[in-house]
């Protein structure tokens, strides 16, 4: 660390110090009304000698340099001799860095009998005490100083904890605050810093017996509530306390704040939003507020409230907005307002949503038959971030969703060349090329992606449906969707692709199992294609249609769905 800055900062002052105490006085003027006493008159006056300004030198150059014993023992020799609080100051703090805690101790005792008001001095006093282990000796100075803030005794308490919440030796701090708080046991807050304090050092029995009496003195007392709450297990024994706490004191935001957040960790997303609802109604125009109601109302697939809250926030324009743009752009898109879509989505500024919203705004133009500003859009974004792999990916989904899987190809092997071992560029070139029987192709960039990642379910996956799909090496088919199983047991797409396998191999009922499991997380529509085919092929052509029909409801322009329904039903 540079002490040079300080060093000159320090210089700079005490000489102006020394030459105002040098200058001769000149007459008072007279007057009525004293000026207010600056800081220079509070600070000794002296001469600045050649010695004072050696051993300045010395403490601030040995302190640059690491030696911070050298420069503690210095500055507390300058700070004696001077009595100055700034250098007294530094002399306990380059103590303290260098751990001689006496020495620190006596500048800081010093320091205290110089500027007796100085919280940083308490502070540090406080410190050094529990640092050299003197606990009763650090207990007796605190005793008087909270005895000084009656009747404001509760709240230094509190301010008191928060200030060695940090300090790592919790049951020393458990052994002061115990010992503190004794002649304040009537106040609440002397029961909440105790069980701060058990908590801290791991005494949870005591913490919970501590902060239900301290909600037995106070019952409304929403930080209690909540630290009440921290120490009950997760999930719905949290819940179950604070939704008890909420009905007794329904006007309590805070801790309606802290339940609501709960619910959204236990996804019981309707339930929080109807708490973030109230808090809301309380505060109609907190900007946090709308942002947590509109973003769970698209949890819940309420777009209409979800569109209303998040347009007031952006109306109010505090905090992030771009996020809220993100979601007005997918919320118009899935209703179809293109224009409007377009519209958000270009006014994502910054931040982790811009890709996705450039990757949509490309989609909405492709639905309005415009690939090839769609294609310029990507093209122009990639020039900025050229590194992004998932504006390559994007255009690549362009094409294929336009149906020129050729094109998509080219595109990616082109890239694939410039970075043959990217990871996502294998992957999707692969399954570019499955779609143009490129079987071969398709095995050897999966192949180079399962030695680059292992660990890569999807690479395993996508070679052994290829070849399951294909009526094509079954046995080695069943190892690599095996291998994608162990590394990923509950994705749907290799439940899917283990179905489909053993559909392939003739087992139809147990196939069937498994794709109406997969169907069952993930209602995509190529699984719901295998479900159909395995249905009719039991026999259970019925089914199978009322299958295919919904699903076709749904996705209207799946290729592989309908392929699939056109060899069955011409």
């Known amino acids: 660390m540079n002490h040079f800055p300080r060093l000159f900062a320090l210089l700079l002052a005490l000489a102006s110090a020394c030459a105002w105490a040098q200058a001769p006085a000149a007459a008072p003027a007279p007057t009525t009304t004293p000026a207010p006493a600056k800081e220079e008159d509070r600070l000794p006056k002296q001469e600045l000698t050649g010695q004072i300004l050696y051993q300045f030198l010395l403490a601030e150059i040995a302190a640059q340099r690491g030696q911070f014993g050298l420069s503690a023992g210095a500055y507390l020799d300058l700070a004696v001799s001077t009595r100055d609080p700034r250098i007294v100051r530094r002399a306990a703090e380059i103590a303290f860095h260098a751990r001689q805690y006496d020495a620190a101790l006596t500048a800081c005792r010093l320091w205290l009998s110089l500027e007796p008001e100085s919280a940083q001095a308490k502070q540090m006093l406080s410190t050094l005490l529990l640092a050299s282990g003197r606990v009763e000796e650090l207990a007796g100075s605190l005793a008087r100083d909270l005895a000084?803030?009656?009747?404001?005794?509760?709240?230094?308490?509190?301010?008191?904890?928060?200030?060695?919440?940090?300090?790592?030796?919790?049951l020393a701090i458990q052994r002061l605050f115990d010992q503190l708080t004794q002649p304040y046991l009537d106040l609440a807050e002397a029961h909440l810093v105790r069980a701060q304090a058990a908590a801290g050092a791991g005494d949870a029995a005591r913490a919970r017996s501590e902060i239900d009496q301290a909600l037995e003195l106070r019952p409304g007392w929403e930080l209690a509530a909540l630290f009440k709450a921290e120490l009950l297990p997760k999930g719905a024994a949290q819940l179950d306390f604070l939704k008890i706490w909420l009905a007794a004191n329904p006007d309590a935001q805070d801790v309606r704040l802290g339940y609501a957040r709960g619910l959204v960790s236990e996804k019981r997303y309707e339930v929080a939003r109807i708490e973030f609802r109230r808090l809301l109604s309380a505060s109609p125009n907190n900007p946090d507020m709308l942002?947590?109601?509109?973003?769970?109302?698209?949890?819940?697939?309420?777009?209409?409230?979800?569109?209303?809250?998040?347009?007031?926030?952006?109306?109010?324009?505090?905090?992030?907005?771009?996020?809220?743009?993100?979601?007005?752009?997918?919320?118009?898109?899935?209703?179809?307002?293109?224009?409007?879509?377009?519209?958000?989505?270009?006014?994502?500024?910054?931040?982790?949503?811009?890709?996705?919203?450039?990757?949509?705004?490309?989609?909405?133009?492709?639905?309005?038959?415009?690939?090839?500003e769609a294609r310029e859009r990507l093209a122009a974004a990639r020039a900025?971030?050229?590194?992004?792999?998932?504006?390559?990916?994007?255009?690549?989904?362009?094409?294929?969703?336009?149906?020129?899987?050729?094109?998509?190809?080219?595109?990616?092997?082109?890239?694939?060349?410039?970075?043959?071992?990217?990871?996502?560029?294998?992957?999707?070139?692969?399954?570019?090329?499955?779609?143009?029987?490129?079987?071969?192709?398709?095995?050897?960039?999966?192949?180079?992606?399962?030695?680059l990642k292992p660990d890569s379910a999807q690479a395993y996956n996508a070679l052994?449906?290829?070849?399951?799909?294909?009526?094509?090496?079954?046995?080695?088919?069943?190892?690599?969707?095996?291998?994608?199983?162990?590394?990923?047991?509950?994705?749907?797409?290799i439940l899917d692709s283990k179905g489909w396998l053993l559909f392939r191999q003739g087992k139809q009922a147990a196939a069937l199992e498994i794709l109406q499991k997969a169907f069952a997380q993930k209602p995509d529509p190529e699984i719901a294609a295998h479900i159909g085919e395995v249905l009719w092929v039991l026999g259970r052509a019925t089914e199978a249609l009322s299958v295919w029909r919904e699903a076709t409801k749904a996705y209207p322009t799946n290729e592989a769905l309908a392929a699939t329904i056109k060899r069955f039903v011409p």
């Open 148 to 170: 000084a803030e009656a009747p404001r005794v509760g709240d230094a308490l509190i301010r008191l904890a928060r200030a060695f919440v940090r300090y790592p030796d919790k």
């Open 291 to 372: 942002y947590a109601v509109g973003i769970l109302s698209l949890q819940v697939n309420d777009a209409v409230e979800a569109e209303q809250q998040l347009k007031r926030f952006v109306e109010i324009g505090r905090g992030d907005l771009d996020p809220a743009r993100f979601y007005l752009g997918q919320i118009a898109d899935q209703a179809g307002r293109a224009d409007e879509a377009l519209r958000w989505y270009d006014q994502v500024a910054a931040g982790e949503h811009v890709m996705p919203a450039k990757v949509r705004a490309s989609q909405v133009l492709l639905r309005q038959g415009k690939l090839d």
């Open 384 to 451: 900025n971030a050229p590194g992004d792999i998932r504006l390559v990916v994007a255009e690549a989904q362009l094409l294929r969703d336009a149906g020129r899987h050729a094109d998509a190809f080219a595109f990616l092997a082109k890239v694939l060349e410039v970075q043959p071992d990217q990871p996502d560029l294998l992957y999707e070139t692969a399954l570019a090329a499955e779609k143009l029987g490129y079987v071969d192709v398709l095995e050897r960039h999966l192949r180079r992606l399962m030695a």
């Open 464 to 493: 052994g449906f290829s070849l399951a799909d294909r009526n094509l090496r079954l046995e080695e088919a069943a190892q690599l969707i095996d291998k994608a199983l162990s590394l990923a047991p509950d994705d749907p797409f």
